[in-house]
């Protein structure tokens, strides 16, 4: 069965004095599909990159790995660093989908969340910005695709 881990890097929500909405939207989403998904994994901004590094270079790496927050440029924001080098192939038209779709939808700020896709070992992994318009938005664009997506980490895929 296809799992799928949600990240939600929030320093406010890490420590309580703010109440994650991002994060539940994702799993929902992910449940909804019948990808086995735990509840979000509420990390501080500040401990992502080690989180991040941690999980990307354990054995037991889900089939999907979404990320809500730290796509910004405040200088707390690391989830894209931390990221793009764990990895192995990268899919720029799926963050630049998303901005277009912010964008689209009259958020000009959309394109301020600097995100990233692609592939760490045979997982798919992207960066989503931390509001729930940009979790949408990313939704929208990743729904379509992930039955494909899955299909080709495993080696499958219809390229025809």
């Known amino acids: 069965m296809t799992s799928a881990l949600v990240i939600v890097a929030s320093t406010r929500a890490a420590a309580g004095t703010y109440a994650d909405r991002t994060g539940p939207l994702l799993v929902d989403w992910l449940r909804g599909r019948g990808i086995l998904t735990p509840e979000p994994v509420i990390i501080a901004d500040g401990d ?29 924001d690391r989830t894209v660093a931390a990221v793009k080098p764990h990895l192995t ?11 277009r779709r912010g964008t689209d939808n009259g958020v ?5 969340s600097g995100g990233v896709a692609g592939v760490v070992r ?20 990743l729904d379509p695709l992930l039955d ?13």
């Open 48 to 76: 992502i990159p080690a989180y991040l590094t941690d999980l990307f270079t354990g054995a037991d790496l889900p089939t999907i790995v979404l990320t809500t927050g730290g796509t910004g440029i405040s200088p707390t």
């Open 89 to 99: 192939q990268e899919l720029p038209g799926l963050p630049a989908a998303v901005w």
């Open 108 to 112: 000009p700020t959309a394109l301020l």
């Open 122 to 141: 045979r997982s798919f992994v992207m960066t989503l910005p931390g509001s729930t318009g940009g979790v949408k938005d990313g939704i929208a664009v």
């Open 148 to 160: 494909h997506l899955t299909a080709q980490l495993d080696g499958a895929g219809d390229h025809e």
